[in-house]
């Protein structure tokens, strides 16, 4: 395994960066500092703006409230007299009563809807216009509201609803429901109850949202009671997710003090870092919130930011261009070098670098260029002995072949057809031409080791008996024996020695079978047989090629490779065997003539 080498630099990299860090570190030091600094104080400035608003709004909300209760009373103080003094079955029909409901409602700016109920739950109500196009007393919620205040009036207890959002058309609004019981003596005559609007506090809440703050008032169990978010502006939202309105209920309706904290919302799957507020009012028993997003606070430092980042990006820029064009007449020779190197490792030794510089660099050039004139003319004498040695080698093995195959007359040329078709087998199955190669000089030698066999039993013009035939057999085993000497030639030595064996195990001299046959082995099995049948013997006639292939495909999956053997046929098919094919038939015909 080759070591790793390290990473390399190139010195237009290097003076990049030398330059980069010169010029932009003194402003990234500079930017930081300054980004921090402001950043504390303008936390600090947010911290105190959000308090004095949230302060504010709770002081604005806890005089509404006050002067809504103070109507109420004195609404319920007026009309208490004249309710009293009406029957129980005129409650519902008294003009006089209906007159004082409606001059009281008159002046009455934070109540939309009075009405005064019998012991049996009629009676007259009066609507204000500041209800809008909505019919309050027959509001779903507003009637629940109105039930459950009856049922406290009839335990002689006061009421008062959680805030209820009133829906319209047009329009909704926050309203809250106060009610107390209607006693003459300790006669149980009804129950006056008012509906009054919240719509000023979220008005108050409105007027926030042109500074870009969050704002809304939750109560004690943490529902929303009134919010500038049209998306929360329903009055009994659940916000105890949100932290800040968790530090608000910790205190259980007590809270007295303000108390601004950061803070993280889930939103969109995301978080988002928050600085919010919390201020108690209407007697610790609500919390106005007021919230905003950090990014929005410290939009002033993010400003910074971008403006230091902007003027890095500037600074990068201009080191870039003036880093690259003085690092470029330094490196561009350098990389004119490299790349001749590159090419000369890639064997291509035509490369010069053409380098024009009366530094030292170019000396190094000329000398390069020196060095791989030499190089080229050297590899060119390398590859031209090679090229003499290997054909030397190739003329050897079928000189060998040759004389191999002279010992017998009736198989004269059978080792180079074998070679020939062995490689038409192996470019047919789209072997790479160095494993083709293998395959035919193993192809060639298959038969080498016929010269160890006695020519009496070599050249027999008849069957061999059984003994001959062992003797034959033999010749597998002498071939592999005399190859294996030869270092060159251990790849080969599968085909040599196995080209007889067979698929079901009953070939020789080892008899192995199936997978554990080369590939090798098997494409000269199909070539020798091949042309074993398609030669004249002294005991058959040679068959045509279609007849031949026949009887391969008859024997394929028991004798043969059928990979093998469909690659022939589908090479025969192509007019791959053809020329071999012609030579046979004019060799037939000379020797029909001869005869």
Known sequence: MKPLRPR???????????????????????????????????????RLLQTTISQSLA???????????????????????????????????????QATLENLMADRTGIIYV????????????QTSLAGNVSVATDAF???????????????????????????????????????????????RGMMAAVATLQPIVDQLNGTGRLGLEAYVVDDAGRIVASNNPNQNVAGVDMTHVPI????????????????SNFDLVRNKRLVPMLGTYSPTYGGRWGVIVQTKQSDAFAAVNAMRKTTVELAVILILISLVVAFYSAKSITRPLDKLTESARAIARRDFSVRADVRNRTEIGELA??????????????????????????????????????????????????????????IIARELGLEESEVEKVRIAATLHDVGKIGVDDRVLKKPGVLTNEEFELMKRHTVMGFEIVRQVKQLAEMLPGIRWHHEALNGEGYPDGIKGDEI???????????TFDAITTDRPYQAGRDFPSALAILRKHAGTKYDPIAVDALCAAYEKGALRKHEVRRSSFISVQEAKT
């Open 245 to 260: 309105v968790q530090e608000f209920l910790a205190w259980h309706g007590r809270a007295r003090l303000t108390e601004t």
């Open 8 to 46: 390399r630099l190139r010195i237009l990299h290097i003076l990049l960066v030398i330059l980069i860090a010169v010029s932009v570190f003194p402003v990234w030091f500079f930017g930081t500092q300054m980004i921090a600094l402001n950043r504390e104080r303008l936390e600090t400035q947010e």
């Open 115 to 126: 009405t005064v109920l019998n012991r049996e739950a009629r009676g007259r109500g009066v």
């Open 518 to 528: 080369p590939l090798m082995v098997r494409i000269i099995a199909v070539a020798d």
């Open 366 to 423: 000329e000398g390069f260029n020196s060095m791989a004139g030499d190089l080229q003319q050297y590899i060119a004498d390398l590859q031209t002995a090679s090229e003499q040695n290997r054909q030397l080698f190739i003329d050897s093995i079928e000189m060998i072949a040759a004389a191999v195959d002279a010992k017998d007359p009736y198989t004269k040329g059978h080792s180079g057809r074998v070679a020939q078709y062995s490689v």
């Open 142 to 188: 507003v009637r629940r509201a109105l039930e459950a205040a009856f049922l406290a009036a009839e335990q002689r207890q006061l009421y008062e609803s959680n805030p209820i959002t009133l829906l319209g058309t047009r329009s909704s609004q926050p309203v809250i429901v106060r009610a107390q019981p209607l006693f003459q003596g300790r006669t149980f």
């Open 59 to 97: 002081q604005q909300i806890s005089l509404y409230v006050a002067n809504m209760q103070q109507q109420v009373k004195e609404l319920f103080d007026a009309v208490r007299p004249v309710a009293l003094a009406t029957p129980d079955a005129q409650f519902a029909t008294s003009a006089q009563l």
